[in-house]
């Protein structure tokens, strides 16, 4: 069943912080969160396993629990290179395929 | 990350022609190739899942005989669209995933098919 993303959509001045979200209806095993260009393919950034965990790197960072089958992904002093959409995809616990929610996009104005 | 390939990154065809697509793994071995569909400002849509070596696994609604996929080797699968129409035009993306245990797939650039 495909996750659900919110916002579908943010407009932020460059500097500002933004949180996606992405949340599912079934157990996860872990998700997974990409970033879109247009015209582009999908660029892998960071994936988080069940048992609950954070990462991040430079400004960008993610939460993910596991209970609340959510995650979350933060944006901090955002920069015009982060525009794009994301996805977040969730793999269930069989681990056969990963389902991509419907995306955010995020557009950052100078 | 992985680098994946695709080729060719734009076709144009004309209505009832086939198109081949290829994806290659440029520095990883693939155990698993997914295709994806995506349409314009709208999310990726799983089509089918290879294994190397074995028939792929298509997702409830992707016609088998339309969208043929061979994954030959550990680095190459194809996607053929045959007899391609117009509502086939969409913008197609393969991903390819390094082995068991390691679930992150890296996604090629895409490819954009037009059928006239």
């Known amino acids: 069943q495909q996750p659900v993303q919110s916002p579908q959509a943010v407009i932020l001045r460059e500097g500002e912080d933004a949180v996606i979200n992405c949340s599912s209806s079934?157990?996860?095993?872990?998700v997974h969160w990409y970033r879109q260009k247009h015209g582009e393919a999908p660029v892998f950034l960071m994936i988080?396993?069940?048992?609950?965990e954070q990462k991040g790197h430079d400004k960008i960072s993610a939460s993910f629990n596991e209970k609340k089958q959510q995650s979350s992904l933060y944006l901090t002093a955002s920069q015009l290179s982060y525009s794009g959409t994301y996805f977040c995809?969730?793999?269930?616990?069989?681990?056969?395929?990963?389902?991509f929610g419907k995306g955010t996009r995020l557009h950052i104005l100078p | 990350g992985a680098v994946v390939s695709q080729h060719p990154s734009r076709v144009i065809c004309k209505s009832g022609t086939s198109v081949k697509i290829e994806c290659r793994s440029l520095?990883?071995?693939?155990?698993?190739m997914f295709w994806y569909r995506q349409f314009p400002k709208q999310s990726l849509m799983l089509m089918a899942t290879?294994?190397?070596?074995?028939?792929?696994?298509?997702e409830q609604g992707v016609e088998k005989d339309k969208f043929l996929i061979n994954h030959a080797s550990l680095t190459l699968s194809t996607l053929t669209v045959t007899s391609a129409h117009p509502e086939d035009s969409s913008f197609y993306i393969c991903?390819?995933?390094?082995?068991?245990?390691?679930?992150?797939?890296?996604f090629g650039p895409g490819t954009r098919l037009t059928v006239l």
């Open positions: 991903s390819g995933m390094a082995g068991r245990g390691t679930d992150t797939q890296y």
């Open positions: 079934k157990a996860l095993y872990s």
């Open positions: 995809g969730t793999l269930p616990p069989q681990r056969d395929k990963i389902i």
């Open positions: 290879s294994n190397e070596g074995s028939k792929a696994t298509y």
């Open positions: 988080l396993l069940k048992g609950g």
């Open positions: 520095d990883f071995q693939a155990t698993t």
